[in-house]
């Protein structure tokens, strides 16, 4: 059984993202959708909201926390923002490209983490996460029907989110080889000869996607160990031995440098949510895998239709 993680007070019924839509699409144009969003929000939820303004040639959506959040602070804030962005992309048919994004936090060990959902510039430690796009968006009519909410609804939540994966494409190459070969062949050397190139190559095209072998062994390390932790009844043993650590002491710490939390402290919060708080938009299970995304729950399964990367999606949130 998957564990749904806590992220508000108050939870998220059953059909609130058909709800939320449904607000949407009568609209004129995204301005006033943007607006029903920020709404919509509002009546919702106590301790979170959005905030949509009109800067110069930019429209601006922040994040306003009236209460302490439940959970991971950087998680939410990310998964609200592509909520946000994969709703108003989907509204009006085209993948909005975001110019900048704000963090209300510090830079992640790598910039690698923001940068492949959100290709234009980022900058942290801002007083407010916010997201910006071009102001003449706005005017552009709702493309979407009520006939295209149940596929919308439906679809892979890749689909959700402006990703750029074309440019990142050996950093999953390398998740792919680790989660297959973690234990016996997690080196950078071995990942190298697997990858057909010299351990020098493959740090040099690694650098040029924004991060570097070590990193993405931890994010992967990370990732899996956060599921782990919230997804299943593991001992804290196994899920060390399974990631290649020496000993359940090195395992606590490198996750408590990696989430800030400690790994019981993760696995308690997971299963008070599943008492306390299911995050329920409806009946389909939200499932978010997102490779490289910072997500905490996050594990990768890089697959290739073509020359096309896909995302598999594994832990389950049950958002729809």
């Known amino acids: 059984m998957t564990k749904p993680l806590a992220f508000f007070s108050r939870p998220l019924r059953g059909g609130t993202l058909k709800l939320l839509c449904l607000s949407m699409l009568d ?3 995204l301005q006033v959708a943007l607006h029903r969003y920020t709404q919509f929000f509002r009546i919702l939820l106590d301790d979170f909201g959005y905030a949509f303004t009109l800067e110069g040639d930019f429209a601006r959506m922040g994040l306003v926390e009236y209460a302490p959040l439940l959970g991971s602070r950087i998680l939410i804030h990310e998964l609200m923002l592509k909520l946000f962005h994969g709703i108003a992309s989907w509204m009006i048919a085209r993948k909005i ?8 936090y510090a830079q992640p060990h790598t910039a690698l983490i923001i940068s492949i959902f959100y290709p234009g510039t980022v900058r942290f430690e801002q007083p407010q996460t916010a997201i910006y796009i ?36 050996l950093t999953h190459r390398v998740r792919e080889h680790l989660s297959r070969h973690l234990l016996t062949a997690g080196t950078v050397h071995s990942a190298a000869d697997a990858l057909h190139m010299s351990a020098r190559t493959l740090a040099r095209h690694l650098k040029m996607e924004g991060t570097h072998f070590q990193a993405v062994k931890d994010e992967y390390r990370r990732d899996v160990a956060i599921q782990a932790l919230t997804c299943s009844e593991k001992p804290l043993i196994s899920i060390a031995e399974a990631l290649s650590f020496e000993d359940l002491a090195c395992f606590s710490r490198a996750f408590k440098s990696w989430t800030g939390n400690s790994p019981p402290r993760t696995a308690k919060h997971a299963q008070r949510a599943m008492s306390a708080n299911r995050l329920n938009f409806g009946t389909n299970t939200f499932l978010i895998q997102l490779a490289d995304t910072g997500f905490g729950d996050l594990i990768d399964e ?4 073509g020359n096309r990367p896909a995302i598999e999606f594994s832990l389950s949130y049950k958002l729809l």
């Open 97 to 104: 490209p975001p110019i900048l994004m704000e963090c209300a």
């Open 134 to 169: 071009n102001r003449g968006l706005l005017d552009h009519p709702i493309r979407q029907t009520k006939k295209h909410l149940g596929a919308f609804s439906k679809a892979r939540p890749a689909d959700w989110f402006y990703v750029s994966f074309a440019d990142r494409l």
């Open 302 to 305: 890089a697959n290739h239709a």
């Open 27 to 29: 609209a004129p144009n």
